[in-house]
């Protein structure tokens, strides 16, 4: 079982950047699917971002399209979600998970998850 620590988040002001990190540890990462999801207060968890196995294919919600970025290092064993021109309706807490090989977007297709880490944008 692979667990799944998330780091980066804080506190922002709106148009701002923040990159979050989701290092690996356990299982075999370069098999593995990586995907960001995230939950407002009071709201259900939804997908951002999700990047295949080997980097090669990358999917975005449309909320988020244009400003944020995905990326993965396998040779770290980490995920990464670049954020830019960030807006005070991104805030939420930002959880990674994996499954294995094929990126989804579904959150239900996702075995592992972080604990999350907190992005708040401030107006």
């Known amino acids: 079982q692979v667990q799944l620590v998330e780091s980066g988040g804080g506190l922002v002001q709106a148009g701002g950047s923040l990159r979050l990190s989701c290092a690996a540890s356990g299982g075999t990462f370069s098999n593995l699917a990586m995907g960001w999801f995230r939950q407002a207060p009071g709201k259900e968890r939804e997908f951002v971002a999700a990047?295949?196995?080997?980097?090669?294919?990358?999917y975005y919600a449309d909320s988020v399209k244009g400003r944020f970025t995905i990326s993965r290092d396998n040779a770290k064993k980490t995920v990464y979600l670049q954020m830019n021109s960030l807006k005070p309706e991104d805030t939420a807490v930002y959880y990674c998970?994996?499954?294995?090989?094929?990126?989804?977007?579904?959150?239900?297709?996702?075995?592992?998850w972080g604990q999350g880490t907190q992005v708040t944008v401030s107006s």
């Open positions: 998970a994996a499954r294995l090989f094929r990126a989804t977007m579904t959150i239900d297709e996702y075995g592992s």
């Open positions: 990047i295949s196995w080997s980097g090669g294919s990358t």
